[in-house]
């Protein structure tokens, strides 16, 4: 019997690290979109981007870093359960638990951004003086949608209730209900310019993204796609201005990768994750 030479391409994302123990961020899927109230598919975006990125560069120009010196694990993708949020939201926690007990951080990719609530009570385990900033194009604070209370219209209203609206900052929102909108103006959560997010730079920061911030000319595969986004340029001028704050894990969420066949919104995403690898 002959034995197979190769060389094989890898199923891991592009540029990680071989090695768990001698990583420092653990890229972890999280493959979930069971409360999506539109178009469904995030479930795929863990496994689209791997294989997609191999067709971009390790390198940043923006960073003038290559991604193999971030020394991030990819762990592969969480299993879930139909249906079931709660377990689902149990079953990343105590994944990201294990992260974190590690001394890692974690960088998310999926899925819808419910998910993000679990990661970020992990997060809490570890770091006090938490802050969440998120880039959206919906609010995300709704009480309860369609009489279910987990669901991603409503993750940020559920992380505001563990860590208060005055650690929350909101940018490129441009979607929601009028009561959440109010929410947002009584708080002040959104924030136009980078100068705002200055108040968070004592605090240990938790990153998340909903790719909906783009706007859908060049983000269209997201669940809901939202006209008068972000250029992906406006996006990194956001992200290099959070290069000297204390990020300490991040997610990228709710690619819908099948629903945009010229796959620009998974390249587009893949090198999104490039990006936040350098901040972590």
């Known amino acids: 019997m002959s034995i197979l030479k190769g060389p094989f391409l890898s199923k891991d994302f592009i540029g990680a690290n071989e090695d768990f123990n001698s990583s420092k961020i653990v890229l972890l899927g999280m493959p979930y979109d069971c409360t999506c109230s539109n178009r469904a598919g995030t479930r795929f975006a863990p496994q689209a981007a791997r294989l997609e990125s191999i067709g971009i560069e390790t390198y940043s120009v923006y960073f003038d870093r290559d991604?193999?010196?971030?020394l991030f694990y990819d762990a592969g993708d969480l299993e879930y359960p139909f249906g079931n949020a709660a377990r689902a939201l149990e079953i990343t926690e105590n994944n990201v638990d294990c992260i974190y007990n590690a001394g890692k951080?974690?960088?998310g990719v999926g899925g819808e951004h419910l998910i993000t609530l679990a990661s970020v009570k992990s997060v809490l385990k570890k770091y006090d003086n938490l802050a969440v900033i998120q880039f959206d194009a919906h609010t995300d604070l709704r009480s309860q949608y369609l009489?279910?209370?987990l669901t991603h219209s409503g993750v940020m209203y559920k992380i505001a209730n563990l860590i208060g609206y005055d650690n929350i900052?909101?940018?490129?929102l441009r979607s929601g209900e009028k009561e959440e909108f109010e929410i947002v103006r009584k708080y002040g959560t959104l924030k136009t310019k980078k100068e705002e997010l200055?108040?968070?730079?004592?605090?240990n920061i938790f990153l998340t993204i909903d790719l909906d911030v783009l706007d859908p000319s060049l983000m269209s595969g997201v669940g809901t796609p939202e006209a008068g986004g972000m250029t992906y340029k406006e996006l990194m001028d956001w992200i290099l201005y959070l290069k000297d704050f204390?990020?300490?894990g991040a997610d990228i969420m709710e690619l819908a990768p099948d629903i945009d066949i010229t796959k620009t919104s998974?390249?587009?995403a893949c090198k999104l994750i490039r990006e936040v690898l350098m901040l972590l």
């Open 246 to 248: 204390n990020i300490v």
């Open 105 to 107: 951080k974690l960088l």
């Open 266 to 268: 998974t390249a587009t």
């Open 147 to 149: 009489g279910e209370e």
């Open 169 to 172: 900052a909101q940018i490129g």
């Open 67 to 70: 991604m193999e010196d971030t």
């Open 198 to 203: 200055d108040k968070f730079k004592d605090k």
